[in-house]
């Protein structure tokens, strides 16, 4: 393919593996599941090739007792619900420390309920339809088995009139009492559904997130900046947002997480991206004199 030309290649596995083999293919970008992730970085770089694979995602927003409440119940339910829950930057869990989780999920409750759902073509919705009728059920399954693992359905999305419409809509939800080991705690749902797990002490929400297996990114709510100091010290993730909860750096900073959220050592755009995409080149030039010109088996100097 000529200099400067671009191509748009279609097609499933069959044509990912055609590109992870071919010779003149130098470098592999890819955002998707987590195990397809792993798969294209270890079989592109099995075959010599720069490889940058993004995989899955379970953002956690941590709220201390100290938080303005309204600021963090604006942003969890922004950062939960926008795009209906379909972007890798979603937060999924809320971890509410101590005597705050009432609080925040009553707040949480008020603003989910003024939330329209339907289609983008009616004035007023702010919330659309997830991608397709599978996907859709897929995560209504989620809210149908939270109650048997543990977990309490504080807003059921099916029971939201949008649910019956035609089209692929479920409503927003909100699942407390979860624990780390249920599905819906484990798994990327990758849609409206917003889980809180409450906990006693910093030091067991901070482990909490730390031994989740994907380090995309993190918020942490607070008004004590020492905490929020020491947090993004402590935490295990790529991204970190202080009162910030879609921790998605502008242009000129690197994208991307740790863990089982990143395979490769380059992240998406910013001077990694850059470097991603370029390959250096070193050239060492002299013009001395000629008389100059000895045979030197020591070796060279910087003059």
């Not at 339907?118 to 209504?140: F, Q």
């Amino acid at each position: 393919m000529p200099d400067g030309v671009f191509n748009v290649v279609q097609g499933d596995k069959v044509a990912v593996d055609r590109l992870l083999e071919h010779p003149d293919v130098k470098a592999i970008s890819f955002v998707g599941s987590t195990p397809v992730a792993r798969s294209i970085y270890e079989t592109g770089t099995r075959n010599g090739k720069r490889v940058q694979a993004l995989g899955g995602a379970k953002n956690h927003m941590l709220v201390l007792p100290d938080a303005d409440l309204a600021m963090a119940a604006d942003a969890a339910v922004s950062a939960a619900f926008g795009s209906a829950g379909e972007r890798c930057m979603a937060v999924s869990v809320v971890v509410a420390v101590g005597d705050v989780a009432g609080p925040i999920i009553a707040a949480i409750r008020e603003r989910m309920a003024k939330i329209r759902v339907g289609p983008g073509m009616e004035e007023g919705n702010e919330m659309g339809p997830l991608i397709t009728r599978e996907h859709r059920d897929r995560v209504a399954s989620y809210i149908a088995n939270a109650s048997s693992e543990g977990a309490t359905v504080a807003v059921d999305g099916r029971q939201d009139p949008a649910s019956q419409r035609d089209g692929f809509f479920l409503g927003t939800s909100l699942l407390d009492n979860v624990e780390p080991g249920m599905r819906c705690y484990h798994d990327e749902i990758f849609g409206p559904v917003l889980s809180v797990v409450r906990t006693d002490t910093y030091d067991r929400a901070l482990r909490i997130i730390n031994e989740n297996p994907y380090g995309n990114g993190v918020a942490i709510f607070t008004r004590d900046g020492g905490a929020a100091r020491q947090f993004q010290f402590d935490v295990d993730a790529g991204m970190v947002g202080v009162n910030v909860s879609i921790p998605v750096p502008v242009s000129y900073y690197s994208f991307g997480g740790w863990k089982a959220s990143l395979f490769g050592d380059l992240h998406i755009y910013g001077p990694e991206g850059i470097q991603f995409y370029t390959r250096t080149k070193v050239v060492t030039s002299r013009w001395p004199h000629p008389g100059t010109s000895k045979v030197d088996l020591g070796f060279p100097q910087s003059r």
